[in-house]
């Protein structure tokens, strides 16, 4: 039997020094100003924009509640394409505002949504495209921009994964109109829970400010608009200052660890791993697995020993979103045999920026042993 001190979790939350986070709120009981935008919610915005290089930046509550508003201020209406193979949050933000998910197969070497599939599904009910990045893989951000911009289309990212990679010499969050990120505790980099979002149009700025402070009039007494509380407090900001004081560290202990698997597993036959992209500085925020037929022993069979073994491993995604029961008799979608075949063979490996070389080692150690075939 496995003793919970030896279990390997497939993530573990980075945190700064605790004598650090709490030198940067013990301010907080001098101002007793803990949430609506103070100083720390300011200055964690300043620096998000700065490190992120982007023209306008806000923060939220979470990634969600940063979606749905995103999708709010654009006005969309009507369908929107987007990707099956993703978090159920990017789906449900579509959802809860009123439109019709139009669901687009992916690419099986990247994972993100297939340009050329994308657009044969518009019609005169598009009003845009949310595409997802992947475990740290960006979209083909040229293929989807050039037809949003041909057929008059928005463009959301949802960048969920994909702090601190750079695309094309490009922070990743100056694309599309909108990009969304996550800032939850098992990202990259998190503000314990949060979210934010980047954008270079500047009249979106008030729109979502508003919105995020249930669309309040000055003085607080009236609402001319249908918003929301999504206002991320200080605490969090307080977390994400110090977080982000230690970003690069953080990437960096990431990257150790995915070369290590990388030098174990690269080259085994059946195993289809991270793919190389021209252009991509990458963050290292996932290790992903595609399990074919010839490593001689499916995903389930796998993810099932591995856990028997105390080595926490995520089905990452499954299912498919246009498969979850919710959406049973509300939504017919449109077959995505690819994404639903990396949805049935894809698995997420621990990775987290502590995880020792021993982990890593113990991790493949059993993997390979699991192997089907020679």
């Known amino acids: 039997m496995v003793t919970e001190t030896k279990v390997i979790p497939v993530t573990r939350s980075s945190m700064p020094p605790f004598d650090e986070y709490v030198d940067t709120i013990r301010q907080l009981w001098d101002t007793r100003w803990l949430t609506n935008a103070g100083t720390m919610h300011e200055d964690l915005t300043s620096k998000l924009k700065s490190y992120l290089n982007v023209g306008n930046f806000l923060l939220f509550a979470n990634g969600h509640l940063a979606l749905e508003l995103a999708i709010q201020a654009l006005e969309l209406k009507g369908e929107v394409i987007t990707t099956p193979f993703t978090f159920a949050s990017t789906t449900q933000a579509i959802v809860r505002r009123g439109l019709t998910p139009v669901f687009c197969d992916i690419d099986p070497i990247r994972f993100t949504i297939d340009p050329d599939?994308?657009?044969?599904?518009?019609?005169?009910?598009?009003?845009?495209?949310?595409?997802?990045h992947v475990y740290g893989i960006p979209c083909d951000t040229s293929a989807i921009e050039e037809i949003a911009k041909r057929r008059n289309l928005k463009v959301i990212y949802d960048a969920a994964h994909m702090f601190g990679a750079v695309w094309q010499g490009k922070n990743i969050a100056q694309y599309g109109d909108l990009s969304m990120f996550s800032f939850h505790a098992t990202k990259v980099f998190h503000t314990i829970e949060g979210g934010g979002l980047a954008f270079s149009d500047n009249s979106l700025y008030e729109k979502l400010r508003h919105a995020r402070d249930f669309g309040l009039c000055p003085g607080g007494f009236d609402a001319d608009e249908i918003g929301t509380n999504a206002k991320l407090s200080e605490f969090h900001a307080a977390m994400g200052l110090c977080n982000l004081e230690h970003i690069d560290e953080e990437i960096k202990k990431r990257k150790a660890v995915s070369e290590t698997y990388?030098?174990?597993?690269?080259?085994?036959?059946?195993?289809?791993?991270?793919?190389?992209?021209?252009?991509?500085?990458?963050?290292?925020?996932?290790?992903?697995?595609?399990?074919?037929?010839?490593?001689?022993?499916?995903?389930?069979?796998?993810?099932?020993?591995?856990?028997r073994r105390g080595i926490r491993v995520r089905k990452y995604f499954y299912p498919l979103t246009s498969a979850f029961s919710c959406y049973q008799n509300r939504l017919t979608p449109k077959e995505t045999p690819i994404?639903?075949?990396?949805?049935?063979?894809?698995l997420c490996l621990p990775l987290f920026a502590d995880m020792t070389e021993e982990n890593v080692n113990t991790v493949c150690d059993e993997l390979l042993n699991l192997k089907g075939f020679d």
Do not use: C, M
Not at 117 to 132: D, G, N
Not at 267 to 287: A, C, D, K, M, W
């Open 117 to 132: 599939k994308a657009e044969a599904l518009i019609t005169e009910k598009t009003s845009a495209i949310v595409a997802v």
């Open 262 to 307: 990388d030098k174990r597993l690269r080259g085994v036959y059946g195993l289809q791993l991270f793919p190389e992209i021209e252009g991509l500085t990458r963050n290292y925020s996932y290790y992903p697995v595609v399990f074919h037929e010839e490593f001689g022993k499916t995903r389930d069979e796998i993810a099932d020993e591995l856990l």
């Open 339 to 346: 994404a639903a075949n990396i949805a049935g063979r894809a």
